[in-house]
């Protein structure tokens, strides 16, 4: 089991004839994932090689819209590998054609232009209430059920599959916490970007581990700024049963110095991470200072329980 993505998942790249798009379209197929098409509309009608994991060669075609991706190959996630000055127009595309995942990797994209395919992916619900379109980026490595699919840029060779989910808000702490636990390995991973806006939160990803049944625990990463980790808090004290571990990136961070990522924005007391620290304590969440001794809290864990 995993969350979101699975080795039946059908991935178009959009972009997928740029240097980016073509050199993860590689990797993500040498990691399994059932890569059927692309999207470049100046390209449409030409393929592009590549190999599959096996290294047998496929073709992959290129078509001109995600709608049109979407009807020749039953496509049900896209990858976007975009220049930040059109990764709007393309959110847009694929929200409008419906796409159920869409995974946003580019990195610098204006606020407002993330608001904008944002606002509209939320105004497109289906009959359940939620949107047609889950969004996960942008600005993130993507998404990983490991032995499985890559969405993203995440190293596929890091870990392979097993008991812990994990999400974070940091791309490199994301690989760092898969290396420290390789030994017992993940059912999904997802870097959920570290912006101001982002289509999935920490909640979304802990709603879905709690559902899956074959994860056992979840490592949380979150960092300094915003109250995305004390929502986050609150919601695992009401609704998750499962152990969870968390880290705070910034604890050592300067006060009232913007950090990296956009997102990471400190107001008064609110945002530090030792705020964020007591907020997930208060709720069981068990807090590492560094990655490595959160590794180390997971690994106890899941030691009592074998």
Not at 41 to 50: E, L
Not at 207 to 217: L, Y
């Amino acid at each position: 089991m995993s969350i979101y993505l699975n080795k039946d998942s059908k991935v178009i790249v959009q972009g997928i004839t740029g240097g980016e798009g073509t050199k993860h379209t590689r990797l993500m197929l040498k990691a399994g994932t059932n890569i059927v098409g692309g999207v470049n509309a100046r390209k449409a009608g030409t393929t592009v090689s590549h190999e599959d994991k096996d290294g047998n060669a496929v073709e992959l075609p290129v078509f001109g819209t995600v709608k049109e991706a979407m009807e020749k190959t039953g496509a049900d996630v896209s990858v976007a590998f975009v220049p930040p000055a059109f990764a709007k127009d393309a959110a847009i595309e694929a929200i409008e054609a419906e796409i159920p995942l869409l995974v946003v990797i580019t990195e610098g994209i204006p606020v407002q232009d993330t608001a904008k395919f944002f606002a509209l992916s939320q105004s497109k619900t289906g009959e359940d209430g939620k949107p047609k379109t889950r969004i996960i980026g942008p600005n993130c490595p993507g998404v990983i059920t490991p032995g499985e699919a890559l969405a993203g840029i995440t190293p596929a060779t890091i870990t392979g599959s097993g008991p812990i989910g994990l999400v974070s808000k940091s791309g490199t702490l994301t690989y760092q916490m898969m290396y420290e636990l390789r030994d017992f390995g993940f059912s999904t991973a997802i870097g959920i970007g570290g912006d101001p806006i982002i289509g999935t939160t920490h909640i979304d990803a802990l709603e879905a581990f709690e559902a899956d049944p074959d994860t056992q625990a979840i490592v949380m990463i979150g960092e300094i700024g915003g109250d995305a980790e004390e929502r986050a808090a609150e919601f695992i004290k009401a609704n998750v049963t499962k152990p969870v571990v968390g880290y705070v990136a910034g604890f050592t961070a300067p006060e009232g110095k913007t950090m990296g990522h956009a997102g990471a924005i400190v107001s008064g007391s609110a945002g530090t991470a030792q705020a964020k620290k007591e907020a997930l304590e208060a709720a069981g969440v068990k807090v590492g200072k560094t990655p490595s001794e959160t590794a180390q809290l997971m690994r106890e864990i899941l030691q009592a329980q074998a």
